[in-house]
């Protein structure tokens, strides 16, 4: 297997696909310098530990994971939200859910900015071992990204596992009774919807349509938006497209849909990224490359002022995902 | 040449255009605005894309129609249903004509 874990191992470029230009090649010749702008938010995964091992995940999330974060590297998260003002913070993981930490940095880190976020598969959050989770996320006026592939529960499933989708609609409909996703609630239920293969997604703006339908009609379920986003092609979803013989018509494919108007709205431009241990990334998806921000091995407790206009991304090809098409939000 | 079909033959498609430029860009501007977002939405069209597709056994068209209903939202459950569609009508326009057959059979038997 070919799997790819370290940025030592590229060859020419990261896929070894022939014909597929380096990202920072393919930078060079639009003439664009991806570069930062001012940071406003702070992502923050908090373990690679999942109920679930959802087959596009670019992190290999999954059960039997123990990379999780400890109590010192929360309070060093906790502190640094604290030296610096973000407008926005992220919590994402695995399942953020299950980290045992989870309560305190929600409780902590929601003073601390305008807009925290917890991005959820939607079975950890409804566990019933996650009792008192919900009412303190509502309490505290946290913003859920729910991720739901598909309205069909084959599909959905073909990527999240089985048994994913009842739970997932009753995750969606418990939100919904607690406030999340009405119209004229402060409660934000937002959906992301990945592809079920090694395809692109579709307008943003149609499925959001679709799905505002037929979930208000088949199951009453409400949300505010949906974003689109393409499977980033590393971790177990880089796995399955070596196994199926996609990798190559894939990378291709994202490169052929390159579109320099994504660049303006990258996330990496923004936004810091904590790992579990505590490293910092100029993204989630860089934590899989062990693509260092800065390409130095930095802590979260070492960081005295943040990455700022004109400081460098640490690219390689799996950005091709985040500019194809309409690009990642 | 070891068959006439091959993958890579289809994003030559826009090479169609050589010799006879004007008609290309008609043809493909027209394309364009047929799979516009207009009273049907595009994923309802790229449904009956893959079922005329199949009609007509274009393997450039099933290949590229199977991978724009994926794109466009549609699972494969309601793709298969699209391409019975097809066969029915196509089906059933081999059978209705045996309506001429029975005519004609009736006009010259005793």
């Known amino acids: 297997m070919k799997q790819l874990h370290a940025v030592n191992n590229l060859c020419s470029n990261l896929y070894q696909v022939p014909n597929l230009e380096t990202f920072r090649n393919n930078l060079a010749n639009h003439g664009i310098d991806l570069t930062r702008k001012k940071c406003t938010t702070l992502q923050v995964n908090v373990g690679q530990l999942c109920n679930q091992s959802c087959r596009h995940c670019h992190l290999d999330a999954g059960p039997l994971r123990k990379e999780i974060m400890n109590e010192n590297t929360a309070s060093e998260v906790i502190k640094l939200a604290g030296r610096f003002r973000f407008e926005m913070i992220d919590i994402t993981g695995g399942a953020p859910e299950m980290n045992p930490h989870i309560t305190t940095l929600v409780s902590k880190l929601a003073p601390l900015t305008n807009t925290l976020i917890l991005r959820s598969n939607l079975t950890a959050i409804a566990a019933e071992k996650q009792n008192g989770l919900l009412e303190l996320l509502a309490g505290k006026r946290v913003a859920i990204i729910a991720s739901l592939p598909s309205l069909n529960e084959a599909q959905s499933e073909s990527q999240r596992g089985e048994n994913t989708f009842a739970p997932s609609i009753r995750a969606l409909r418990k939100l919904n009774a607690l406030g999340y996703g009405l119209p004229d609630s402060d409660l934000e239920l937002n959906l992301v919807c990945n592809p079920t293969g090694a395809f692109l997604p579709s307008s943003q703006e149609q499925v959001e349509k679709r799905f505002r339908q037929m979930l208000a009609r088949k199951w009453g379920i409400l949300f505010n938006n949906l974003y689109v986003f393409a499977n980033v092609p590393l971790g177990r979803f880089l796995t399955w497209l070596e196994d199926s013989d996609n990798l190559e018509s894939y990378i291709l494919k994202l490169a052929a849909h390159f579109n320099p108007c994504t660049l303006e709205g990258l996330m990496c431009r923004s936004l810091i990224s904590v790992s579990w241990d505590g490293y910092l990334f100029d993204c989630d998806f860089n934590q899989s490359l062990q693509l260092y921000m800065g390409n130095r091995r930095k802590h979260v407790s070492e960081l005295q002022s943040l990455p700022g206009p004109g400081d460098t991304i640490a690219v390689s090809e799996h950005c091709y995902t985040c500019t194809a098409g309409s690009g990642f939000t | ?110």
């Open chain 2, 1 to 110: 040449m070891d068959t006439y079909y091959h993958p890579k033959d289809l994003p030559k498609f826009a090479e169609m255009s050589e010799g006879a430029p004007e008609l290309a860009e008609k043809f493909f501007d027209y394309y364009s605005a047929v799979f516009a977002e207009g009273e049907l939405t595009q994923r309802e069209k790229s449904l009956i894309a893959l079922a005329v597709a199949h009609a007509v056994q274009c393997p450039y068209c099933i290949d590229a129609y199977t991978q724009d209903c994926l794109e466009k939202g549609s699972n494969v459950n309601e793709m298969t249903e699209a391409i019975h569609v097809a066969t029915a009508i196509r089906g059933g326009a081999s059978l209705v004509h045996g309506v001429q057959m029975r005519n004609i059979a009736d006009k010259i038997s005793l």
